[in-house]
């Protein structure tokens, strides 16, 4: 098995609205701009790892509109393997409209599509390929079933799993996904899992600890500009700092997090390392407008990362 990503999941075309704020009920506002671009959960992540240099074979489904296309072009373009990547017959791509407010702060609706096509048997299908790499990353914007019944393929050959429950739902079963390795819910989304409070780093703690006391191994909370809490069954919660910058555009930016993160840790196997690699890359990502687009390459992250470290000195 060699250090390879396999991502389950998502892909959306963004649409993306810069606003000065939001209309109220029946009002209409001129907004500043808009932007086009490729997103969704699974493809931004899997974006973000083959940014870094990751090695990442996709599973996913298009519609076969105007859109699936051009999202096909762009994996390949970025050296993601999409053999499993295909489009669904008389079915519309996901779509994601967007609103970002002056303070880099972002507001999202999902349209599914083609995501709601993935199914298990997709999985099955592309089973011999996904067995090549050593870490899947799942996300919610795909079936649930899809989800269980790849965490538990996954489990019965020994590949470890990344499960990020975005966007949560509380009828998620917590006893089906116990298979995965590591579990990676932002403050909000932690809050939906555990019907507990997670505004704060304590208040994040215990609720992770509550999923960790019914068998989740390892939960990944992202705290925003406060970092990132790592909480296991053994030894106390590890806090990774996050890095002040002047955000932009925070959309993408925990998928930036979780691509990053994915490809460190297959690379290296160190989970603290990977963390903090994680929280850099995202930070780096909220300086620039868009999801994907403002992903950083090897090359250019390796700068951001140079400027912080002469900085600190």
Request: glycine share 10%.
């Amino acid at each position: 098995m060699g250090a390879r990503i396999g991502v389950v999941g998502s892909n959306m075309v963004d649409l993306i609205t810069y606003i000065d704020r939001m209309p109220a009920a029946g009002e209409t506002l001129a907004a500043p701009a808009f932007a086009m671009g490729h997103g969704g959960k699974g493809a931004n992540q899997a974006v973000a790892a083959a940014k870094l240099g990751g090695e990442v074979l996709l599973v996913s489904r298009v519609g076969d509109d105007l859109f699936g296309g051009g999202t096909i072009r762009n994996f390949q373009a970025l050296g993601i393997d999409t053999r499993h990547v295909r489009a669904v017959p008389g079915t519309q791509s996901g779509v994601a409209p967007i609103f970002v407010d002056p303070s880099g702060e972002n507001r999202i609706l999902i349209v599914k599509g083609a995501n709601e096509r993935l199914l298990p048997a997709d999985v099955d299908a592309a089973a011999e390929d996904l067995k090549t790499c050593r870490l899947i990353l799942l996300q919610l914007e795909i079936p649930l079933e899809t989800v269980y019944h790849t965490i538990a393929w996954a489990a019965r050959e020994g590949i470890e799993v990344l499960l990020n429950p975005a966007p949560a739902v509380p009828e998620l079963d917590v006893e089906r996904i116990l298979g995965a390795t590591f579990l990676v819910p932002n403050q909000t989304e932690l809050t939906i899992l555990t019907g507990m409070p997670a505004a704060t780093r304590e208040q994040a703690e215990a609720a992770a600890r509550s999923l960790v006391a019914r068998g989740v191994r390892q939960v990944i909370v992202t705290l925003g500009a406060e970092g990132a809490l790592l909480v296991a069954a053994e030894g106390p919660a590890v806090h990774v700092p996050s890095v002040p910058v002047k955000p932009h555009d925070t959309s993408g930016a925990g998928d930036a997090f979780i691509g990053a993160f994915a490809q460190h840790y297959v690379a290296h196997r160190d989970v603290l390392a990977a963390l903090r690699w994680g929280a850099r890359y995202a930070a780096d990502s909220i300086t620039r407008p868009g999801t994907q687009s403002a992903f950083a390459d090897a090359a250019g992250f390796a700068r951001f990362c140079s400027a912080l470290e002469q900085g600190a000195g």
